[in-house]
Structures are given as structure tokens and as C-alpha cells.
């Protein structure tokens, strides 16, 4: 199902859903995409990982994003499909042979990342000596841990010296050169993009050679709470670090947000199939589209919706209660203990519309337990975490409805 409707209550009313439903709310996804690169003095980089979905890709597309920040064959398949003018970045730093060959010669990527010296003669095998200088390679760079709420050190990012290593056989071999770096998922510290640039000076100064390209990666929050400061906050931090630093060389600035883009225009449209004091039964889980609920914790706004009597649907007011949140799948692990701030008077058969939920939801999703949903809409207008869109259930329509 791909719609467009006016508002998630007049939905409801007409369909009833017995599955999760995918809210997109388009013009949120193009007013933060427009806002972004507008802002960010270089290319800004869509990570694909975060939500591949087409319809969210659009609305992007829409926004004004022509790069995309790309992990696999399959993503930059699927972008170039899309968009033809987009321009596709392979910023994963360990990648089969056959598929840098065929990202370079089929589908005319001119961008990779590494951070081993392995990946960079895999690299260079495939594209040969007669191209480098039209390649721009990469190197990523190891961070502290601590600086996010997802940490990612580990698993990539080479050391100081083995980085700075790479970079100067990169220029030897006659590629552009470039650093990237990664400070963890959802980052609500600016001040983080300057350690981790100011790092990359010194990565620079160890190889010394030029630098063409800092891409400061992803990291960049959703703005779930309130207080995580608006990307402009970022941008301002990361320009004054590059010029306070002066790195040699022209330096053209790249950035990689995911979340930072989607995560506030996607909400999820689920059902409670049970509540037991404060337990909320639900037919969308952590196996679905709501794992960030899991790991991130009660950042996410909830709001309740009901059939009346009357056959309308309505948002249910009260109270905020603390509530713990089940999937429908017989997994244990399948649960969000929050607490979540959802209304007291929530109950059985009542639908809860979770909202920012663009980042790593449907993304993430399997088909354990054979629980799975792929419908999606669209919703015209804000979302009720901008303003409300149903009119509240008055405390009178209350005993009719549980009544019934």
C-alpha cells in the first residue's frame, strides 16, 4: 500500500489496520535534506543503511541530496537505478575484490574507503594505475570510545600511524587523498567532530603529504528530545575545527548523515494486542521496525489512537503512564523495557503511532516468527509530535468506548 492520506486518524477510521504500517511523512524528510545542504559547506552523503526504502530515497532525492554514502553493490545498484545523476560514495572500509571492480567500472564510482593496507591493494588491482589519479581514496581513522550512544570503534578505523601510513601510499600511488572517521551513532556532543578532526590533522601531519578530501562521517542525532542541538550547531563546530586547524591542501569537506536526516521523518502505526497493567502486547517489535526503541531507549514520542462509538478515530489523552513495550513474536528478547510515556487510559485494541522512528526501523526489520509488514504511506501535512492531528478523545466518549 502506497498512499497518501491527510492524517493518521482519518487512516485509521478507514482502514482499521491489522498489521504495522510505515508512516512516511515526506515533506519533514525533504525540509531536513534541504536544510542540510543548504547548511553544510561540501557534499552531504545520505547513508543508505539507514533507511533504503524508495520512498524515503525520494523525498530525499527531493530535498536536494545528489550524494549517497553507499555500503554494498546492492546500494549502489539500487541508487543509480533510482537516480542516474547521484553521485555514489563506496565508504565501506573492507569490500570483496569483485565488487570494487565493479563499482569502478560499471557504475563509475570514483570514491572508496579503507583502513588496512590490504583493502588498499584490492583497490588498486582493480582500478590500475592509468585511473588513480581520477580515484579519491579514503582513509579511515580509529576514534576514542565514549563519544556517542552507539559506540562503533572497533570494528573499523586504522591507529594514528598505521593511518597515516596509508594516506601517504595512497598519494604515492597517485590518488586523491582523503580521511574519514566515524564518532559513533547518535553523537549529541559537537565537541566530538572537533577531537576526532583534530585527530585527522595529525594523521595528515604524521603522512605529510595533502589532503583532498575530510569526510567527518555520521553521527549526527535526530532530534528526539529536544536537546540534542540542530545540525547547524554541528556544522559550525566542525568548520571552525578544519579552520583552526589548516589542513594542507584544499580539504573539500564531506559529511555522511543518516539518522540525522531520516530519523524524524518515519513514524510506526501499531496495534496493542494486549494490556497487562504495564505491559503493552504489540504487533510490531525489535524483529520488526522498532529494534531502536531496545537500544536507544523512551526518546521516542508515542501517541494513542482509538475507535469511538461513532466509528471515528481519535487521539486518547490522560495521564502519562510508565510502560514496558512486547513484540508478537515468542522471543523474550523481543521487548523495549523503556519506560515509555504512554497515556494511562491506553488499553486493548487502541493503536499507539510512534513517531521519529525514520532511522534504522524498517531498515532493521526480518521476518522472524513470520511477523512482517510491508505497508507503507504517505501522511500529508506535520506529524503530531510537530501538532496535534486528531482530535482528543473527551473524557465523556471515555466509559462509552470501554463499554463497548
Known sequence: MRETHRDIATFVAAHAPDAPVHVIYPEILADTAETAVACFPGDVLYAVKCNDHPMVLQALYQGGVRHFDTASIAEIKQIRALFPDAECHFMHPVKPAAAIAEA????????????????????????????????????????????????????????????????????????????????????TNPGAFREAIEICRRVQAMAGVPLDVLDVGGGFPAPYTGTEGVFYDYVEEITAAVRDLDFVGPAALRCEPGRGLVGEGQSILTRVDLRRREDLFINDGVFGGLSELKWLGPYFPIQVLRRTEHDDVRTVGGEAGAFQLFGPTCDSIDSCPGPFEISDRVQTGDWLEIGKVGAYSNAYRTRFNGFHSDCYIYMAGRPFWAENTAAPLSDAEEPARAAA
Open 104 to 187: 569502478f567500472h560499471t557504475y563509475r564510482v570514483k570514491a572508496f574507503a579503507l583502513d588496512h593496507e590490504d583493502e588498499l591493494a584490492k583497490i588498486d588491482a582493480a582500478i590500475g594505475p592509468a585511473e588513480r589519479s581520477g580515484v579519491m581514496l579514503a582513509v579511515r581513522v580509529e576514534m576514542p570510545r565514549g563519544q556517542a550512544a552507539i559506540d562503533l570503534t572497533g570494528k573499523f578505523g586504522a591507529p594514528l600511524d598505521e593511518a597515516a601510513q596509508l594516506l601517504a601510499d595512497c598519494h604515492r600511488l597517485g590518488y586523491r587523498t582523503g580521511l574519514t572517521f566515524h564518532v559513533g551513532s547518535y553523537c
